[in-house]
């Protein structure tokens, strides 16, 4: 799931000596590649009945299949060459169990259905993102000749190149939405450094919608961003550097990256059983370590330390951990500073998305986990249903028992969850906003707990 820059570095200023093989900042994927052996695989398969099966790369070793209605699976050769389907993010081999074809016969058998892979038409570019950075993008639009429109995808905190690894180039255009991706700065041949510095990222975001209504010229109908976690800080603001028709977030948050480490200590406390008194201290810590890092460590390790020693004995102390916040009460000082470095690179710490949310007038879709552990969904849902009382153009679409993602799970005696797929009506929700900027009818288990006025404004513009 998403995490921050600092959270890995600190994980690996605790760890490097015992297990440095184990050890990645976010962006050390930028070099990630797709299993050659099975890239040919890669593609999204056309059933009987009119219904798709999306074939994914993995990093490592194997495939990984989505269907429309959130089912997903890992897929891996076994020893007589079958391949094998474990449900979810699990080990389990259970559910459909799909075989591929030779790579030069782009054939699918799911569930007894045939299917053949699907030729989209796709373009290659290049265009300029922020400061004159090169980046490589692809449009990929369905087949024919109409108007469609566009979902220009805004990227998480992950360096891996989109243009690998992405699914929703593929499976939008299966449903008829096109979709522009790129590659983020510093990865897939695109120039520049990985950075999740939110105003170089959405000045990128923005470029690319340019790029993507160039390219598709008459095709373009609707255009607008979708961005998931930490995308969800960007798409919006990218929003207020070039018209889009709409914008849709993920699983995002509607406060600052402060806020997301505070209250994941708070949420990790309160299933703990902690009461108010124990998050009204932890509250103290927290706004000690935001300060530490939104300051690069300039504040310094005074207050750190400070904390360190007047909660130290207290039992709830090792139950802290959030996003940041739990690895520098336990890392050593000197460890830290290892790491400072690599800091600059972090997110910005400073941003509130509240002023672009207050002003933007571009329709957006926010889908929500109600049980994301990844970005605690309480603050932003309060946020962003009083932003649409007031009449912001903001609909809220939420789905319980889920996690970062927008996630089905299961939780281990323990606390543990496995992921076993994704919400159904999740992607539909997505789609349909892309085509009509509305929600229509049903989405699974998802409730909509605020909804713009439709004849609002959706200029794209901010006021």
């Not at 990844?374 to 889920?402: K, M, N, Y």
Request: glycine share 12%; proline share 6%; aromatic share 8%.
């Amino acid at each position: 799931m998403s995490r921050s820059l600092l959270a890995a570095s600190l994980t690996i200023a605790a760890t490097v000596l015992a297990l440095p093989a184990m050890a990645q900042l976010p962006g050390a994927d930028v070099d990630a590649r797709p299993d050659p052996a099975v890239t040919c695989h890669v593609g999204v398969y056309r059933l009987g009945d009119g219904t798709w099966v999306d074939v994914a790369p993995l990093e490592n070793e194997g495939l990984r299949w989505r269907r429309l209605d959130g089912s997903t699976a890992r897929m891996t050769l076994d020893a007589e060459g079958r391949w094998v389907s474990t449900l979810g993010w699990t080990d389990r081999i259970e559910g459909p169990q799909p075989q591929l074809g030779a790579c030069d016969e782009r054939q699918l058998v799911f569930e007894g259905q045939s299917g053949s892979r699907m030729t989209l038409e796709s373009e290659d570019t290049s265009f300029i993102g922020q400061g004159g950075t090169r980046l490589n993008g692809r449009l990929i639009l369905p087949p024919g000749d109409g108007p469609v429109p566009i979902i220009v995808e805004v990227h998480g905190s992950e360096g891996a190149n989109a243009l690998d690894f992405n699914a929703f180039q593929r499976f939008a255009p299966a449903s008829g939405v096109g979709v522009f991706v790129y590659a983020k700065r510093g990865s897939g041949g695109s120039e520049g450094h990985y950075t999740q510095d939110f105003r170089i990222l959405a000045e990128d975001a923005a470029a690319a919608v340019v790029e993507a209504r160039r390219l598709a010229g008459a095709r373009a109908s609707r255009v607008g961003l979708h961005g998931s976690s930490q995308g969800g800080w960007v798409a919006p603001l990218a929003a207020t550097h070039t018209p889009v028709d709409f914008v849709i977030v993920g699983f995002g948050m509607a406060y600052g990256v402060l806020s997301e480490d505070s209250d994941q200590v708070a949420q990790d406390l309160e299933a703990r059983g902690w009461g108010p008194d124990v998050l009204e201290q932890a509250r103290r810590i927290t706004d000690v370590t935001g300060a530490f890092v939104a300051s690069h460590g300039a504040i310094g390790f005074e207050g750190l330390e400070a904390v360190r020693a007047r909660y130290r004995a207290e039992p709830w102390f090792t139950d802290i951990r959030g996003e940041f916040t739990g690895l520098l009460l336990n890392a050593p000082n000197e460890q830290i500073m290892a790491m400072a470095p690599q800091l600059e690179n972090g997110p910005s710490w400073d941003y509130d998305p509240l002023p672009v949310l207050s002003r933007l007038d571009t329709p957006m879709l926010w889908i929500q986990a109600e049980d994301d552990r990844g970005a605690p969904p309480d603050a932003t849902r309060r946020r962003l249903i009083d932003l649409s009382a007031q009449g912001r153009p903001i609909t809220l679409l939420e789905f319980p028992d889920t996690d970062h993602g927008i996630v089905r799970f299961e939780t281990a005696p323990d606390g543990s969850r496995t992921s076993l797929g994704y919400a159904p009506g999740y992607f539909e929700a997505v789609l349909d906003w892309a085509r009509t900027g509305r929600l229509d009818g049903g989405y699974g288990d998802g409730r909509i707990l605020a909804r713009a006025d439709p004849t609002g404004a959706g200029s794209g513009s901010v006021r």
